[in-house]
Nanobody, 122 residues
């Protein structure tokens, strides 16, 4: 299984970006999908997560500015980031909890994307 993340880049404070991530490969079922971010030398922190039923949760620092969504038909998760601030500058990673095809549902494996850099600067 591979996760391809797209949408990072350079944006001015107050601007917006939309990240997307699509798993491919041996996928039977995708459970929760989420976005994390990590600065050099720091731990990777949760930004937002969405279950396959559509329930969401966000880090306090992004509530009201970021929106996570998913298109189950396309196996794609999105992160709409509005009102970006310089402190949002990080490498953003997508994560998906996947049950490989043909495996029982309890055999969920977490996969990570390669990371996409978001830079917020004037």
């Amino acid at each position: 299984v591979q996760l391809q993340a797209f949408g990072g880049g350079l944006v001015q404070p107050g601007g917006f970006l939309r990240l997307s991530c699509t798993p491919s490969g041996n996928i039977g079922r995708i459970n929760a999908m989420g976005w994390y971010r990590q600065a050099p030398g720091k731990q990777r922190d949760l930004v937002a997560v969405i279950t396959n039923g559509g329930s969401t949760d966000y880090a306090d620092s992004v509530k009201g500015r970021f929106t996570i969504s998913r298109d189950n038909a396309k196996n794609t998760v999105y992160l709409q980031m509005n009102g970006l601030k310089p402190e949002d500058t990080d490498v953003y990673y997508c994560r998906a909890e996947i049950v490989p095809y043909g495996r029982p549902s309890y055999m969920t494996v977490a996969f990570w994307g390669q990371g996409t850099l978001v830079t917020v600067s004037s």
